[in-house]
């Protein structure tokens, strides 16, 4: 089965990570051919390039702009005039809004990916509902939820986003080191993209309130990459200086070397103020064996429990900041929690066991 998957190509964030890994791991499903296209060519292009997936560029798309739109809905004609697919795959409404209506003209089967746990009251979701998919797959069974109450589809899935088994390059002491971080210390980390919503600021007013408690260490990993996130930097940044936290903050932009940077850490903190679809940068922290502090609302509920970490209300930077306490203070409790967190992705993302699971879904549906 041949698949072709559509994405924007200008962000990187959980999306992305996630077609990067369908491309990684792709012996998993030898039966599976995943080929992919974008608009814009940027980390994701170049990450699939190096993994010998080079995408097929339709050129860049803004929706103002109707010339551009044409364009590259003429170059995705061509494309599926010249090669032969089983099922073209659009992920998020962005994609299914621009090539959906040209996909069903050429008479393919039409899946929507859904990777955000929306109401369906944005414009472009509400313009996705004009092309109907023929299935729709979801990232967790909240997003699965959400989608019922906005999309009319024939039939929708639930599918698990398979994660890669970590390859960590660097020791915990060299990366400490690179951090201007105390050997001793112990480290939370977050890594997210720079949204309010991740909950970047009610963590540093949570470690505020730990400013007396010596011995921790805060890694803020994500690059600004739109205006909007370069000005909350700022406003994070302003935080820290007024908490008189900045000291023990490191501000440490987009990384390529994650696994790494998770290998140095001791707690992974993400205290989303708003429900999301699921969290792969959860899964990712599991598996380097920490234990997990986030927001007990949408998705990571399904992947957090208290074996493995600790579920607090979200917006409440007191009840995190006396959970994060517990674990800086508590290293034996730590210890157990991320003992069982290295254990809980296989449970959910088995990367093998996903990419079976991802080709049987498709293959329902592809071109017989």
Avoid at 209 to 227: F, K, M, N, S, Y
Avoid at 249 to 268: H, M, T
Avoid at 350 to 361: E, F, G, L, N, T
Wanted: net charge positive; proline share 5%.
């Amino acid at each position: 089965m041949r698949a072709l998957h559509l994405t924007s190509g200008n962000m990187y964030g959980g999306v992305e990570t996630f077609l990067a890994t369908l491309a990684r791991e792709s012996e998993s499903a030898p039966e599976m051919h995943s080929e992919f296209a974008v608009c814009f060519e940027g980390r994701l292009s170049g990450e699939l390039t190096v993994l010998g997936r080079t995408p097929h560029v339709l050129g860049h798309v803004r929706l103002s702009r109707p010339h551009t739109l044409v364009r590259a809905r003429r170059a995705l004609t061509d494309l599926l005039r010249r090669e032969s697919f089983d099922v073209i795959v659009c992920h998020q409404p962005w994609p299914c809004v621009v090539f959906g209506p040209v996909v069903r003209r050429a008479g393919f089967p039409l899946v929507l990916w859904v990777h955000m746990a929306s109401e369906g009251r944005h414009w472009l979701e509400r313009l996705a509902r004009r092309t109907r998919p023929d299935l729709a797959i979801c990232n967790s069974h909240f997003t699965a939820a959400r989608l019922s109450r906005w999309l009319s589809c024939p039939r929708v899935e639930q599918v698990y986003c398979p994660v890669s088994l970590p390859v960590i390059s660097g020791e915990r002491a060299h990366v400490r080191r690179s951090l201007g971080t105390p050997a001793n210390d112990v480290v939370i980390v977050q890594v997210s993209r720079l949204e309010e919503l991740k909950g970047q600021r009610v963590l540093l007013m949570a470690l505020a309130e730990l400013v007396d408690l010596h011995g921790w260490t805060c890694w803020i990993v994500g690059g600004a990459q739109r205006p909007a996130e370069i000005a909350y930097l700022r406003q994070l940044e302003a935080v820290a200086r007024d908490k008189g936290i900045t000291d023990r903050i490191r501000f440490i932009g987009e990384r390529s070397d994650v696994p790494a940077i998770l290998s140095g850490a001791d707690i992974f903190c993400q205290p989303n103020t708003l429900p999301e679809a699921f969290g792969l940068s959860l899964v990712e922290a599991m598996h380097a064996g920490l234990p997990v502090v986030t927001s007990g609302i949408g998705g990571a509920c399904e992947i957090v429990d208290g074996s493995c970490g600790v579920l607090t209300p979200p917006g409440d930077a007191s009840a995190l900041s006396m959970a994060l306490q517990q674990l800086i203070v508590d290293r034996d409790l730590n210890a157990r929690l991320g003992a069982a967190a290295r254990r809980r992705p296989d449970a959910l993302c088995d990367a093998s066991r996903q990419m079976r699971r991802i080709h049987q879904v498709l293959s329902s549906v592809a071109v017989a």
